[in-house]
């Protein structure tokens, strides 16, 4: 099961025992909220699965021009589902039909999704109803269960066939999309161009997820179609395919353990000449470090005593003999007035400070 179903699930069964009016709005994933009434399932909206609007624009039963006719002139007042009665853009069965499967494909695509947290809206004066409730709303054990069977076969098209909601799938061959098959088969057929997420392929053919993967489950059962690990997910392989238990891959000894263990690496051939290649072979010296130079040692100088330097200048002591430039006549920096600060002796040629 997804990580956080049963958070999902728990709140569910809590607010139904408690009869509660209002919304349990899920974080994480994918966000969603689910309506109740007294306990009773009436709506259920996720960004993970179309809603209502896509399943019935999306899939030609009503036009834009319609539906924005409609719902401008119904939805303030409450009356949607009646005005799409009285305007024969839908029956009453079909009200019934499209708000029930709109809702508990949302549940499935929100349970299918990871849950972070569940919090609870009452209803009070500032809350918004459905627009499309379900009439006269659904149980929340059965739809539990049916959410726990629609769970079950999609762990199953995970672990068989790698379908999920991310996935993207790809034609087998190039022949399959002009194979006969029937009307639904073929929207999703034409559909497919290894681009599109199965979420995806629901919102463009204005269908539900979950019927939308089992009709792709189909599909690849036929060989028709095939679907690669979804991007950002690796396939599974053993810790021998993958070099070891840490996954990385082999380097050192490793490598020549890895060697040994292959016949025609580790040179059993049958000339015998490999192996004596292997065990002639010297090994390759430790590597070590270049030593390090060390400066040339520093000349001494050769000038007089402090005392016996010679300066011009009236009033200067005498007993500092070696300062920067234009301290004495006598010194000049290396590399002329414009160099380095930097003096040096005329004399022993040794810089001093």
């Known amino acids: 099961?997804?990580?956080g179903v049963d958070i999902l699930l728990a709140a569910l069964r809590r607010q139904a025992r408690e009869e509660f009016s209002g919304a349990v709005v899920v974080l994480g994933e994918a966000s969603g909220k689910v309506v109740l009434r007294e306990g009773l399932l009436t709506t259920a909206t996720t960004s993970a699965a179309p809603g209502l609007e896509s399943?019935?624009?999306r899939s030609g039963r009503i036009s834009d021009e319609e539906w924005t006719e409609v719902f401008a002139a119904a939805a303030p007042s409450g009356r949607l589902p009646t005005a799409l009665v009285e305007r024969r853009l839908l029956g009453s069965a079909g009200v019934q039909v499209v708000t029930r499967m709109a809702t508990m494909d949302a549940l499935f695509a929100l349970a299918?999704?990871?849950i972070a947290s569940v919090a609870t809206e009452p209803a009070g004066p500032g809350f918004l109803p459905p627009v499309l409730p379900v009439e006269p709303g659904i149980e929340v054990e059965r739809a539990i269960r049916e959410t726990r069977r629609r769970l079950a076969s999609a762990s199953r098209w995970r672990a068989?066939?790698?379908?999920e909601p991310?996935?993207?799938p790809r034609l087998a061959t190039a022949s399959a999309r002009h194979r006969t098959t029937g009307g639904a088969q073929a929207d999703l057929l034409a559909r497919i161009d290894g681009r599109r997420t199965c979420?995806?392929?629901?919102?463009?053919?204005?269908?539900?997820?979950?019927p939308v993967m089992t009709?792709?489950?189909?599909l690849a059962g036929d060989g028709r179609i095939v679907f690669p690990p979804p991007q950002g997910r690796s396939p599974v392989r053993s810790d021998a395919e993958r070099g070891g238990a840490s996954g990385l891959p082999d380097y050192g000894d490793r490598v020549h353990r890895a060697r040994e263990k292959i016949p025609h690496l580790a040179g059993e051939d049958d000339s015998g000449e490999g192996r004596e290649m292997v065990e002639n072979t010297p090994p390759s010296p430790p590597f070590s470090s270049p030593p390090r130079r060390r400066p040339p040692a520093r000349p001494q100088s050769s000038c007089p005593p402090p005392d016996t330097l010679t300066d011009y200048r009236v009033g200067f002591d005498r007993r500092r003999s070696h300062r920067p430039i234009n301290t004495f006549p006598s010194m000049v920096p290396r590399g002329g007035l414009a160099g380095a600060a930097a003096p040096v002796c005329t004399r022993c040629r040794v810089v001093s400070w």
């Open 160 to 163: 068989d066939l790698s379908l």
């Open 199 to 210: 979420r995806d392929i629901a919102f463009t053919v204005g269908r539900g997820l979950f």
């Open 166 to 168: 991310q996935a993207r």
């Open 215 to 218: 009709d792709l489950a189909s």
């Open 112 to 114: 299918l999704t990871r």
């Open 55 to 57: 399943l019935l624009l």
């Open 1 to 3: 099961m997804p990580a």
